[in-house]
């Protein structure tokens, strides 16, 4: 497996509080992901990265923020979270031309 | 936006039988990857297609890229229990620069001993 870790690995928390979930690699690799993945959804890609500081949105980005301020590290921030925002989140890393994409083990978070 | 459909959502079949699963994007895709989640795991990358019509095997595993680069499938000869899972097609656009794949809602597979 790829060097990709996510923190924490289980989340619990209450309606309008921020969250932060830290994605961390350590192959180098150009391009980083956020999706969520729900039951009868695959995987939605939230924000994703294409260099240090270089971020763009994805298909379901409303509530959610990234940053990306070193090569082997993308947060993704709720800034207040929501019970629509319970999910389970993966990063993923790709080198970028030959797009494959490796995954994270996931953060699974509940918002009560 | 691009959209990417699989087909079907569910899969149940007795030990030793074929499974196919298919994909279709609404658009012409430069390529598309194949995943495979185990059940409480992380996706996993199977497998790139680049070319029009191409075909690779892995095994058991026949994945092929439609002539239109508009399709593709995923074809498991003689299924066995460690083929349990959910397989996702992943489609990238053709002439984007930013890497950025459209995820199928995936096939989930079950299979009877």
């Known amino acids: 497996d790829a060097g990709i870790t996510q923190s924490p690995r289980h989340k619990v928390t209450e309606t309008g509080t921020p969250v932060t979930l830290r994605c961390h690699q350590t192959e180098n690799h150009r391009y980083m992901y956020w999706y969520r993945q729900d039951p009868g959804h695959g995987l939605r890609l939230i924000h994703y990265s294409y260099g240090v500081k270089d971020t763009d949105k994805g298909e379901v980005s409303d509530g959610y923020s990234v940053s990306r301020s070193k090569t082997e590290d993308f947060l993704l921030t709720l800034e207040s979270a929501t019970s629509s925002q319970t999910s389970v989140y993966f990063c993923?890393?790709?080198?970028?031309?030959?797009?494959?994409?490796?995954f994270g083990p996931g953060t699974r978070l509940t918002v009560t | 936006g691009q959209q990417v459909m699989q087909i079907p959502q569910y899969q149940h079949v007795q030990e030793g039988e074929d499974f196919t699963t298919y994909c279709n994007s609404s658009t012409t895709l430069s390529n598309i990857q194949w995943y495979k989640q185990r059940p409480g795991g992380h996706p996993v990358f199977l497998i790139q297609?680049?070319?029009?019509?191409e075909v690779k095997k892995q095994k058991r595993l026949t994945f092929q890229f439609g002539e239109a680069k508009k399709n593709s499938s995923l074809h498991i000869t003689a299924t066995q229990t460690t083929d349990v899972g959910t397989y996702f097609c992943?489609?990238?656009?053709?002439?984007?620069?930013?890497?950025?794949?459209?995820f199928g809602d995936g096939t989930t597979l079950t299979v009877k001993p």
């Open positions: 992943a489609g990238t656009l053709f002439n984007t620069n930013a890497g950025k794949s459209t």
């Open positions: 993923a890393i790709s080198e970028g031309w030959t797009y494959e994409q490796y």
């Open positions: 297609l680049v070319k029009s019509g």
